[in-house]
């Protein structure tokens, strides 16, 4: 009896977390092999450790923050190559694949929908790579954060965007209470900030220490940067990035009609840790555990154009005006190469996407992570605009990855792995 109970036990953990993205504290982060540690914040001892309040001096509007309509038009590889700078002509192996930096800048904007403008200002004010052809700053760590873990511009950009989005949705909640400086020193947010500005001092709080911190967030420090490379950041505002009335369109569930897949992440970060709790995660049918592949297909939930497919993405604008910046949009993750749609592709509601794997990321089991963005904002699945997949709602319960989608008296609870509580079909 004990054998058998032993067995039983160690089968409920092998495959308690097969079918879903990475969670937090059990390996690296959703969707980036590059944050292999969780951020921690300074606890370096200050004599002066009484908290300061900080600036109200807004930086940028929030639309230049994320990956918005602000950013259409934008070409960042002409703007890199007119700079000038040591950026033009770096290069760095990623994930087996030679990038040139305006590759790094792009990709790395497109993925975590960061706006490029401001990685490349960042780049600037902190080693000024962009416009200096011989920079002599931080060698590697060219934001000047010396972890092993970040060597590399990919790496050091993931972190800064990575970071910049957990300032920026946290602030969006009321959950941006406090940040801390390099060496130690506690700040208030000042009330009057935006999203932009929130997400800007608080990642700049991660990389300087209390004084220069002070001139990074004022009119002399990054500011003054983003000024001298693409004018007044002001001029790029075009309101609320997301819409008060906004609603979404009419979504379907993303698999065959008489198939029964399973839940298997409730809502949870749309890309790395630190992004707005926008995405779901459902594991296709089968009593195959681990990372397989699946012959089940991924459906598109609703019209629109392929205006990404690659390194195991899928992202379908729904406007079709070809911008991923614009409008709905809505990322498929996980999408084995193998059969994937191809960009440009026009597709209408339950077209086929691709198969759902383990590619594109560390994942702990072949499923699929589903996200939705508008105008370059995640959009959370916890909110006030859950997901409607076919009228089943999803909803949270405050931590991530567990949640459920309801409809009606209906309930389908989030679980690790597959079982009879986190079926669904229609």
Known sequence: MLKANFINITTFVLITFLSACVRPN???????????QETVLPTADLTHNTPV???????????ELVFSPSCVGFDVENFVISAGGFLARYQEEVEEELLSGKQIISRISREYSVNPRILLALLEYQSGWVSKN?????????????DSWRKGLFRQLSYAANELNRGYYLHAVDALSQLTSVDGQKLYPSEQLNGGTAALQYLLGLLKNYHDWELAVSPLGFYAVYVKLFGEPNQYDFGL??????????????????????LTGGPHSA???????AALDFAPPGEQFGCYESDAWLLAVADGQVVRSENGEVVLDL??????????????M??????????????TAGDRIGHPSFEGGPATGTHVHIARRYNGEWIPADQDLPFN??????????????????????????????????????
């Open 241 to 262: 990035v997301v819409p008060q009335d906004l609603t979404q369109p009419a979504f379907q569930l993303p698999f065959v009609e008489g198939e029964t897949w399973y």
């Open 26 to 36: 059990s390996g690296s982060p959703p969707f980036t092999k590059l944050a292999e």
């Open 134 to 146: 011989e920079p002599q700053y931080h060698g590697d760590y060219p934001l000047g954060f010396s």
């Open 319 to 332: 406007d079709g005006d070809g911008y991923e910046q614009t409008g709905w949009t809505v990322l498929y």
């Open 334 to 347: 996980h999408i084995a190469e193998k059969d994937r749609v191809a960009v440009g592709a026009t597709l």
């Open 271 to 277: 890309w790395g840790n630190g992004a707005a709790w």
């Open 389 to 426: 997949l076919n009228g089943w709602i999803s909803k949270g319960f405050g931590v991530e990855y567990d949640g459920k989608l309801v409809r009606g008296e209906e309930i389908i609870q989030a679980l690790g792995y597959p079982a009879d509580e986190n079926q669904i079909s229609w």
């Open 53 to 63: 309040n900080g600036p109200g001096f807004i930086i940028i509007p929030d639309s």
